[in-house]
Structures are given as structure tokens and as C-alpha cells.
Nanobody, 120 residues
């Protein structure tokens, strides 16, 4: 059993900052990648940021320069530092991970989602 636990969402004014965290727990053999997706009402779920095992990162164009993804590999934890937040950043943010559990092949795992609301 692998579980992703998210925290850090909430309500913030435009221009403010939030820091999301996501910790993976369970019988984990290897974490190949972790990242964040978001979904706003009426919109498709989109990739926000991703960090691979080798440390390489990818960002959506809409957040590049404002958001930073980082990780603590020893804790199997990924962070998303969100600065200069805009109302259009309002969405449910989902942590995702590609993980190989002990005795199993790679699977995709998802957190429960955390609401980020940016007021104007």
C-alpha cells in the first residue's frame, strides 16, 4: 500500500504565496517521479510541475517563473512553492507519483487533492 498525503492548500490573496507538500509512504522501492496537477471547474486537468528521479523538472508555461518544485528524496516528499499567485491559479491541486512498490511494478499514485483559492 502506497499513500500520498498532501497539505498546504488554502485561501490567499492575489500576489501572495503558498507552499504545498506531498509525502509518499508505504513499502516504496523507488520513486521515479513526483509532481503536481491541477483542475479548475470546467477545465481539463493539467500538469503544473514535475520532478523526475534525475532531478530534471518540467513546468507549465503559465506557472514558469512563479512556481518552484523541489523534493526531499530521503523523506519521499515533494514541495510546490507558489509565489505571485493569481486568481487563475485557483484549482484543486493533486499530487501524483510514479512509484515502484516492493514486489510490484511501477504504478501511478494520486493524492486526495487540496483546494487552492486565490482571491482578487
Amino acid at each position: 500500500q502506497v499513500q500520498l498525503v498532501e497539505s498546504g492548500g488554502g485561501l490567499v490573496q492575489a500576489g501572495g504565496s503558498l507552499r504545498l507538500s506531498c509525502a509518499a509512504s508505504g513499502r516504496i522501492f523507488r520513486v521515479n517521479a513526483m509532481g503536481w496537477y491541477r483542475q479548475a471547474p470546467g477545465k481539463q486537468r493539467e500538469l503544473v510541475a514535475r520532478i523526475a528521479r534525475d532531478g530534471s523538472t518540467n513546468y507549465a508555461d503559465s506557472v514558469k517563473g512563479r512556481f518552484t518544485i523541489s523534493r526531499d528524496s530521503a523523506k519521499n516528499t515533494v514541495y510546490l512553492q507558489m509565489n505571485s499567485l493569481k486568481p487563475e491559479d485557483t484549482a484543486v491541486y493533486y499530487c501524483s507519483a510514479q512509484i515502484i512498490p516492493y514486489g510490484f511494478t511501477e504504478n501511478d499514485y494520486w493524492g486526495q487533492g487540496t483546494q487552492v483559492t486565490v482571491s482578487s
